[in-house]
């Protein structure tokens, strides 16, 4: 009889791990088939707009990301306004939303090349309720293919007790060019971060990034991030479009959205075609 479970017991094993090893783990970029040091991935043309843009978007979504922690991806459901405004000339850099309770502004300090700081001057409301002290730190390689860390703080009042707790923000994400020919004006972007608070793992996203720029066409940035480990399915995306010469000017507006869309739901954002002016 035990030689018999031994037996069940086994196979039951066998099965299991013939089911956990049946599918290859997932392929990385096709960009990066033929290593790091091609073209296409070796560096990107990023301009200092892009850069800053880029900075003020990462930062607003570890926002909307630690009010999803603080209540829940169900309760932050919405479409929220937002503007993206990098402006070399007269050094104007800034994003604005508007939610439920408000407003929240923040400003980019493009400190060089490679760093750029942004906070929010004072807190705002995000998705009803306040939020204040965000200090994030982004920082490029020289190639400008590799954010390698976007540190954000931020103080969110949410939940029963009404007191504020603070989330902290790691992410690293790669930047590559598009092909020649149609994609030749776009720059993808793909990475991971994870949220953290009182030194505890929160939440864990997966980021994809698309920019189109201008060159007689309406220019478009979208971000979407999907949560990979938390306590729901939820998806946060930035849709903006404008203009971006992708040189010194980049003014964009739309939408920061909050859905309850798990992973495997397409983005068709992303995959959309640029529009003619």
């Known amino acids: 009889m035990r030689k018999n479970l031994i037996f069940l017991y086994v196979a039951i094993l066998s099965g299991f791990g013939a089911n956990v090893f049946a ?11 033929n290593g790091p040091d091609v073209e296409a991935v070796e560096s990107t043309d990023l301009s200092e707009t892009e850069k800053i843009a880029i900075s ?10 630690a009010k999803i922690d603080a ?6 459901v919405g479409e929220y ?10 050094s104007m850099f800034e994003l604005s939303v508007l939610s439920l309770g408000g407003s929240y502004k923040l400003v980019a300090n493009p400190l060089s090349e490679k760093q750029i700081d942004v906070n929010d001057k004072g807190g705002g409301f995000f998705s009803g309720v306040k939020v204040a002290g965000l200090v994030a730190h982004a ?11 976007q540190t954000s703080v931020v103080s969110v009042l949410a939940g029963k007790n009404k007191t504020p707790d603070r989330y902290y923000s790691l992410f690293s994400g790669v930047f590559y060019n598009g092909s020649e020919g149609v994609n030749v004006h776009e720059v993808y972007g793909s990475g991971l971060q994870y949220i953290n608070k009182l030194t505890y793992p929160e939440s864990k996203y997966w980021h994809r990034l698309k920019i189109h720029r201008g060159s007689g066409r309406l220019a478009r940035t979208v971000i979407v991030k999907d949560l990979l480990a938390g306590a729901e399915s939820c998806r946060v ?3 903006v479009s404008g203009t971006n010469d992708g040189l010194e000017f980049f003014f964009q507006s739309g939408k920061l959205v909050i859905s309850t869309q798990d992973p495997s739901i397409p983005t068709p954002e992303l995959k959309q ?4 002016l």
Do not use: G, Q, R, W
């Not at 075609?273 to 003619?276: K, N």
């Open 273 to 276: 075609p640029p529009f003619f």
């Open 139 to 149: 920082i490029l390689n020289s190639k400008a293919n590799n954010m390698i860390s």
């Open 71 to 76: 209540s829940s991806c169900a309760a932050s």
């Open 81 to 90: 306004p937002l503007t993206v405004l990098a402006d070399i000339n007269f």
């Open 56 to 65: 003020l978007v990462e930062a607003i979504l570890h926002v909307a990301e």
């Open 237 to 239: 995306m930035v849709d």
């Open 23 to 33: 599918n290859d783990p997932p392929s990385s970029l096709s960009s990066y088939n």
